[in-house]
């Protein structure tokens, strides 16, 4: 799949750049309004990733430039303000999604994967592991074709891990991820690993292999390797 | 002590003082005008004596005498002294009781034989009508005084009516609140410049104020992007392939740190943001449900620790920010859940207008003047300290009222509703 990163902190864009491209992607940056706005004129992207805050111009004026070239490119905004009315703002622009810095990377590729499953209305919802199979829109999960009860939590947690498949996931990432920034629960980290465990239990007690791998205690990764 | 008060005090000192020192005096010049009438008077009788003497050669009888009283005596030789005055008392025969009087004492030689002439002159009659004359002028001016009090006292407490109200608006300014130092109508100079003098210092309050929460606010949105860039760092050093065990510890303390921070930086943010009052769009609120709700979402963690959940839910709906109100609840369960024991109890009480949660704790009881504080916690507390501040920081906004108490090993934090305010 092909991403446009329009993110003016080098750190950051190299990171994210890193992190598509060894999912198997191409990723183009831009460090500014000016080559943003050179780069959606000429290409045609999958997901632009946009930062709200450049230094030579308003990421929203990309947002809008872009909706008026009526391109199918799906956009996911980071920004830096938790701000309600820029997200609705930037939603109602056209925008996908809104991701708050700071964020993971698994974070960010499964948001990307998301815009792009849904704006595929022809494609299919269903992504599958092996003998493990998740549709994305009635959120089940098959085992060898049978229906495995997961929590919503649960069902979460697991897609999270399979669009990163072969990646490390921080325990840090998955809290985040299933609880959000609401709750100030963000250094229960252990918790992570009950859920873990329960995931593990339901699939393997319905005859799916065990993908998951733990990484010294800093994380998770999901992988038949 | 008040400052009419003050002032009276001072005043009435000063007046009665003075009143006392004036009557005196005024008393001494009277009485010593009216000594010196009766000395004349005296006098006047003593030559009407000496010319009868000297005319008939004999004394004039004492009975011969309308107002006053003489008396002869008879002496062996004449002394020294010629004449003198002095008060007496002497017995009134006519009114048959004792009177203050002045006599005049002298000599005289008649045919050769010296006799001792007294005559006496009751100063009753004076002396009342000094009694007349101080009351008919003191009266007036203690009622003159009396008046001028009550006059002083309306006048001052009118006078000061201007500086009452600045006081009451000065009491009213609220630097937390959108509510604006509102100046008072006045002429009196002094008050105008104490005004002015407040309604400046409310202004650069205000701005200063304002300034540090836009600080605040920009500093912690600046530590955002900083922060994502460990985040992503920290996340691609992860997928390298040569991860130790070691190492991976290092990045799991990182990650703790990082998380932490962030979570510091959000709750800043987010006491800025209700502080500015941005979440102020309001609906009406099942509270019920969403305890339930959030009880689901915080399943698992109550599992983990083995927490046993008591609630008694009313019906109840309350009329605010759905955000404020989920960030109300979400502190509640995460300050009960985090500060319990394995297998602990949280009880949670919704009444009608009063939401009540309470939890069992390693902790005893903690200060409830302290607790509300900003990074106030315990050292054994993984939170960034902000959470209750929050609670409180809603409630303030919310004008729910807000307690804490420590009762049966169980801490209570107890929100109650008000009606009113829910109700339109």
Redesign the interface.
């Given at each position: 799949m092909k991403f446009l990163i329009i993110e003016d902190?080098e750190?950051?864009r190299q990171?994210?750049d890193?992190?598509l491209t060894?999912e198997g992607n191409i990723c183009d940056c831009a460090s500014n309004y000016e080559q943003g706005y050179q780069k959606l004129s000429i290409y045609d992207y999958d997901c632009v990733l946009l930062d709200l805050t450049l230094p030579d111009g308003e990421g929203l004026q990309l947002l809008k430039y872009l909706k008026k070239l009526n391109k199918a490119d799906g956009v996911l905004i980071?920004s830096?303000?938790?701000?309600?009315d820029q997200k609705i703002e930037g939603l109602s622009l056209g925008a996908d999604d809104y991701l708050?810095?700071?964020?993971?990377?698994?974070e960010l590729y499964a948001r990307t994967l998301a815009i792009i499953r849904r704006r595929n209305f022809n494609g299919n919802s269903l992504l599958s592991f092996n003998e493990l199979e998740i549709d994305t829109a009635s959120k089940e999960v098959k085992v060898n074709g049978q229906l495995v009860y997961l929590t919503r939590?649960e069902f979460d947690l697991l897609l999270y891990f399979l669009v990163n498949k072969n990646?490390?996931i921080?325990?840090?990432?998955a809290?985040?991820h299933i609880w959000g920034?609401?709750?100030?629960?963000?250094?229960?980290?252990d918790?992570i690993y009950?859920?873990i465990k329960n995931v593990r239990k339901k699939l393997t007690d319905s005859g799916c292999k065990d993908y998951f791998q733990s990484?010294?205690?800093?994380?998770y990764k999901f992988t038949d390797a | 002590m008040k400052l009419f008060t003050s002032y009276n005090s001072i005043l009435s000192v000063i007046t009665l003082t003075g009143l006392l020192i004036i009557g005196f005096l005024f008393y001494q010049t009277l009485g010593q005008y009216i000594n010196r009438q009766i000395e004349d008077h005296l006098y006047e009788e003593l030559l009407e004596v000496k010319d009868f003497a000297h005319v008939k050669n004999i004394l004039p009888s004492p009975e011969g005498f309308d107002d006053v009283i003489v008396e002869y005596k008879k002496i062996h030789k004449l002394s020294n002294s010629r004449r003198s005055f002095a008060d007496t008392n002497f017995y009134n025969p006519k009114k048959k009781h004792k009177e203050s009087a002045r006599y005049l004492k002298t000599q005289l030689v008649l045919n050769g034989q010296p006799y001792e002439i007294l005559i006496i002159a009751s100063k009753f009659e004076r002396q009342e009508q000094i009694k007349s004359i101080i009351l008919i002028i003191l009266l007036p001016v203690i009622a003159l005084l009396l008046i001028l009090w009550l006059v002083n006292k309306i006048l001052i407490r009118r006078m000061w009516s201007p500086f009452r109200q600045l006081l009451t608006n000065i009491k009213a300014f609220n630097i937390n609140q959108e509510k604006v130092f509102e100046p008072i109508q006045t002429n009196i100079e002094e008050f105008k410049e104490l005004n002015k003098a407040v309604l400046e210092v409310s202004l650069k309050v205000k701005s200063d104020y304002k300034e540090i929460k836009l600080f605040t606010e920009n500093a912690a949105h600046e530590m955002m992007t900083p922060l994502a860039v460990i985040n992503s760092k920290l996340d691609t050093l992860l997928q390298s392939n040569s991860l130790g065990k070691e190492e991976s510890e290092i990045l799991s303390d990182l990650y703790k740190a990082t998380s932490k921070l962030t979570k510091l930086n959000q709750s800043l943010l987010l006491l800025v943001k209700i502080d500015n009052n941005q979440l102020q769009a309001r609906e009406e609120i099942n509270l019920k449900t969403l305890i339930e709700e959030k009880l689901g979402y915080f399943q698992e963690l109550i599992q983990k620790r083995n927490l046993n959940i008591q609630s008694e839910l009313a019906e109840f709906i309350i009329y605010a920010n759905r955000s404020l109100v989920e960030i109300l609840v979400n502190n509640l369960f995460s300050n009960a859940i985090r500060h319990n024991y394995d297998g602990g109890s949280i009880r949670i009480t919704l009444t009608e207008d009063n939401l009540d949660f309470s939890n069992t704790s390693t902790q005893m009881g903690l200060d409830p003047l302290k607790i509300f504080e900003r990074f106030y916690k315990d050292n054994a507390s993984d939170g960034t300290g902000l959470g209750l501040a929050i609670l409180k920081q809603v409630c303030i906004r919310k004008n729910y009222q807000l307690s804490y108490c420590y009762q049966r090993e169980q801490h209570h934090f107890k929100i109650v509703f008000k009606h009113s305010e829910n109700k339109n």
């Open positions: 902190e750190g950051l990171s994210i890193q992190y060894a980071i830096a303000r938790n701000s309600l708050i810095k700071p964020f993971h990377l698994s939590k990646k490390v921080s325990k840090s990432a809290v985040v920034d609401e709750a100030d629960m963000a250094d229960s980290f918790f009950t859920h990484v010294y205690g800093v994380g | -």
